[in-house]
């Protein structure tokens, strides 16, 4: 063998031991082991950690998987799991770091899942969140409320809730910041007497104040364009009009007392339906650690995920007594067409 080829030997014997230490260096990528949690847990176990039954998340897994398919990268996250992923944390809100790891993806793989899940979900809200859209639907929505405790002419009731949020930086946060000093979001929500989710308003500051907030909204224009034959119940942080009726406030007759009596136990329906909300995902009662971009989409997923367990007969969890605290607003005194409208209605039905 001539010096050439031994230096030619010796060259391709060094390139082969600089590409196995390359490869040492490189740190290979592998994935966390995955198993369905409908095969990990008890039914029982399994409605506690993710906030449906197992009939109802394979549903739910029926009604959004399509839209949640795989592009082949992260693993391949399967869609069942992503929804899952996303009912765990919201159902449980646990720390997102160690929850991750419950699931075999990583914290950022987590937050991806999450928001995704939120858009798919999102993506049918006109099916699941709606007003009624005939005079059929509205008069069954009408005899619902009125099989409460005979208080007529309710087509849904309407209240806001806190929701909290992390501190939001800049001039504007301050709007955010409750009377509890701490930051959330003031969203609106209109219920029917099932509990289902009506209308919702997800962008609002906490310091707006309620009647800002519907004065503000498509649903007033609806009412004062007569597009419905029922009116709202609403607290008396709103102001009273022929179609949203409040409390009196100084009740001076027995009719007035009755009058208030069935307002307050008829518009508990909104009350019931913050409690019960708040109770499925504890997140809306504990808070968001997420951006506010990400919040806002999550109330409405949320809310939709409600309106559905409600039609999936779902069993409720127990609400728990600060889950139904809600804000004390300065009461705003009927004038005008509403309080006359009120009045005749007092007279006549109570």
């Known amino acids: 063998m001539s010096i050439r080829d031994i230096e030619s030997v010796e060259e391709v014997v060094f390139m082969d031991e600089i590409f196995d230490c390359e490869q040492l260096r490189r740190k290979k990528k592998s994935y966390r082991a995955r198993v369905s949690p409908l095969e990990m847990y008890s039914d029982a176990e399994f409605r506690r950690k993710y906030r449906f039954s197992k009939e109802g998340a394979i ?13 082949g990268r992260g693993g391949k996250l399967s869609p069942d799991l992503q929804i899952l992923t996303a009912l765990r944390f919201w159902g449980r809100n646990e720390v997102q770091d160690d929850f991750a790891d419950l699931h075999g993806i990583s914290q950022q793989s987590m937050t991806n899942v999450c928001r995704r899940v939120a858009l798919s979900i999102v993506e049918k809200r006109q099916m699941y969140i709606r007003m009624p859209a005939n005079l059929d639907e509205e ?29 939001v930086p800049g001039n504007g946060g301050h709007y955010y910041i409750n009377r509890k000093n701490f930051p959330s979001l003031n969203v609106q929500v209109v219920c029917d007497a099932s509990l289902k989710i009506m209308d919702i308003v997800a962008r609002w500051y906490e310091s707006a104040h309620d009647s800002q907030i519907f004065n503000e909204s498509a649903l007033k224009l609806k009412f004062e364009g007569g597009q419905f034959h029922g009116r709202l119940l609403g607290d008396s942080g709103y102001a009273c009009t022929p179609y949203l009726f409040t409390p009196v406030l100084r009740s001076r007759s027995r009719k007035e007392v009755r009058y208030n009596a069935k307002h307050v136990r008829t518009r508990n329906s909104v009350e019931r339906c913050f409690g019960v909300l708040k109770s499925r995902f504890r997140c809306l009662q504990t808070g968001f650690r997420n951006s506010l971009e990400n919040i806002k989409l999550y109330i409405v997923a949320l809310a939709i995920l409600h309106n559905i367990a409600i039609i999936f007969n779902e069993e409720e969890f127990p609400v728990e007594e600060e889950v139904v605290e809600e804000q004390e607003l300065q009461p705003i005194q009927a004038v005008g067409r509403g309080a006359a409208v009120r009045a005749a209605f007092i007279e006549e039905n109570f």
């Open 139 to 167: 008069v069954q929505k009408i005899h619902m409320f009125s099989d409460i405790c005979g208080f007529k002419s309710v087509v849904g009731c309407i209240d806001c809730t806190h929701i909290r949020i992390p501190h």
């Open 59 to 71: 549903k739910l897994i029926d009604l959004f998987g399509a839209q949640l398919k795989s592009d």
